[in-house]
């Protein structure tokens, strides 16, 4: 009964924050031409906002240390800011370019790895890791195929961005580690 009502509280916080994080570019609509999201925008960043949310309150049950809550926040962080850049400007480019598409492919890795792992941290740690040479082999493949000359795009680009990510991934891996080796990761 205290799990569901934990579980209860923590759902209606993420939904207050998505509601909440969803009045900016409402509000921001009433006062500049600027700012233009259509009602399928508001539904994907909401989708994307309390999923993401969601999946942190999931990682972050039972018995966890902070450094496992810290790397599943990195790791949550780093693959909705990956999402969001891509929907919003693209990685690849300026503007929508069917190459963006290929960095989604991180997003059902990091979701396959985190079950496959039971969500201990060191299965996350590998899953992590897997990211992040995931997306170095899509930046050697951006550029073996060209993709620096799209419209806006430049080796320097594609090297940074999929070089972010990446760092942000294996950070978290590393955090996932010392969670791991001190012996407090999830007891599942």
Known sequence: MKKQQKFSRAAGIVALVTALMLLVPLVAMQFSTEVNWSP???LVMGTLIA??????VWLSRGPVNRVYRLAAALAL?????MIWTNLAVGL??????????MYMVVIPVLIAGTL???MKAAGMERTMYAASLLLVLLAGIALLTGMQR??????TEILGISGFFAGLFFIAGLLFRYASVRRVSRQV
Request: proline residues 3%; glycine residues 22%.
């Open 40 to 42: 399928a925008d508001f």
């Open 51 to 56: 999923g993401t949310g969601m999946a942190y």
């Open 116 to 118: 496959r792992a039971r």
């Open 150 to 155: 799209y419209s806006g795009g430049s080796a």
């Open 92 to 101: 690849i480019g300026s503007g929508p370019n069917a190459a963006n598409l």
């Open 77 to 81: 962080g780093a693959a909705f800011l």
